[in-house]
């Protein structure tokens, strides 16, 4: 009878302790942190060295220069700021511009490929 009872003090103290050493246990860190892509950078590790960042950034200037988007970028916010006259009564983007009334369906402007270039 008394080792019943040894026993049945044991198998609680089992049950308890076992999802108290489950509670404790440290997390598995390495298992949940997930590598940047080889394919692609990081915001994370291109901004983590200056001279990285730099690059990155040379890269999406060169990409837009070869587009011709920062002269219609520049031109575009000329247009919207007033800075600029809009001689052109044709050319739709920029009496939209002008005007302040664009369109986000027809006329989304640069923003179609600006964010293809950041992201």
């Known amino acids: ?29 390495k298992f949940v942190v997930i590598p940047p892509p080889v394919t692609e950078l990081a915001s994370k590790s291109v901004f983590d060295n200056p001279d990285a960042a730099t690059a990155a ?17 520049a031109q575009s916010c000329g247009l919207l700021s007033d800075e600029l006259t809009n001689y052109s009564s044709s050319y739709l983007p920029n009496i939209q511009y ?6 986000a369906l027809k006329s989304p402007g640069p923003w179609t490929r600006a964010y293809k270039y950041i992201y």
Do not use: W
């Open 1 to 29: 009878m008394k080792t019943d009872k040894i026993n049945k003090r044991k198998y609680h103290l089992l049950l308890l302790l076992i999802p108290v050493g489950i509670l404790v246990q440290p997390s598995c860190k």
């Open 57 to 73: 950034l040379t890269g999406i200037y060169t990409q837009m220069q070869s587009n011709n988007e920062s002269f219609f970028m």
């Open 98 to 103: 002008y005007t302040n009334a664009m369109l």
